[in-house]
């Protein structure tokens, strides 16, 4: 009994790229979906340096989104050697103007260790106490924002109406008793008590707070629940908006919410205010 063999199929050409391209593809095609983990910075004076720059950064971009309104506002980053001591911004310098070398270290006395400008006293109110609860927590952001506060007054949490929104998704807090200006720790304990470990808190009738493991990560969560704010407030202004169905809002928020692509996303804009404004991190 015979056989029919069926011949090989001759393997595919290979694709035949036009000069231009010939020149700078990639000798294998790869896929890549994501980042490469940022190396690890050796040494607290390497991480010290870091996270003062990522701070000096971020109160610029504060200031470019308008999160400057006043005297009102603070980003604390902790120290990574003296853990119970954090840098932030003085008192009454713009954030627009702020530097790095501006910057002041802040005891858990509410002492200045580095630095000859005044201290912003809610500023040590709220974070120091934040800064002791949350061991796990190396930056913090609050300021004035306008649709963070505007929010704020609603006295309720957002609701996972967008993509983007679902990155706070159960993972920020309502805090509800306002008292006034914060001047003492004892509120800054009822803040952090709120906030527990989520990422994110609303202060009614105050403004918003983001906290999280990197200055990048707080300072991008900031401008993302400010936009989130925002978004909600024009949905409801428009109509009656449709949430996102639980599940599918537990889904993303895994997706988007993680502390990684906020890294990723502050470094997009923290390279582009660098070589914009080079002073920044003098």
Not at 42 to 59: D, M, P, T, W
Not at 132 to 157: C, F, I, L, N, Q
Request: proline share 8%.
């Amino acid at each position: 009994m015979s056989a029919i063999l069926t011949p090989p199929s001759p393997a595919p050409a290979a694709p035949v790229f036009p000069p231009s391209i010939e020149r700078v593809r990639n000798r294998t095609p790869q896929r890549r979906d994501w980042f490469e983990p940022a190396p690890p910075r050796v040494g607290h004076e390497a991480e010290r340096q870091h996270r003062r720059q990522r701070l000096a950064v971020a109160f610029r971009l504060f200031a470019r989104y308008g999160f400057d309104q006043g005297l009102a506002g603070h980003i604390t980053a902790r120290d990574p050697e003296l853990h119970d001591h954090f840098w932030v911004n003085p008192l009454g310098l713009h954030f627009s103007r702020i530097r790095v070398s501006d910057l002041l270290l802040v005891n858990s006395q509410g002492e200045i260790v580095v630095g000859d400008r005044p201290l912003n006293r809610a500023a040590f109110a709220i974070h120091a106490a934040l800064h002791e609860a949350r061991p796990d927590v190396v930056a913090a952001a609050h300021t004035h924002s306008t649709y963070g506060k505007a929010w704020s007054a609603m006295g309720r949490p957002l609701d996972p109406l967008t993509q983007d929104s679902c990155g706070f998704y159960q993972d920020h807090a309502v805090f509800d008793d306002y008292r006034g200006v914060v001047l003492e720790t004892d509120e800054g304990f009822r803040i952090a008590r709120a906030l527990g470990d989520r990422k994110a808190v609303i202060l009614k009738n105050h403004g918003i707070l983001t906290a999280g493991p990197s200055v990048e990560a707080a300072a991008w969560w900031y401008i993302a629940l400010d936009n989130a704010c925002h978004t909600q407030l024009l949905a409801e202004a428009a109509g009656t908006p449709v949430p996102i169905d639980p599940a599918t809002a537990a889904l993303t928020h895994g997706q988007v919410g993680r502390a990684g692509g906020a890294l990723f996303a502050f470094e997009a804009l923290y390279r582009g205010l660098v070589e914009a404004e080079p002073d920044v991190l003098g």
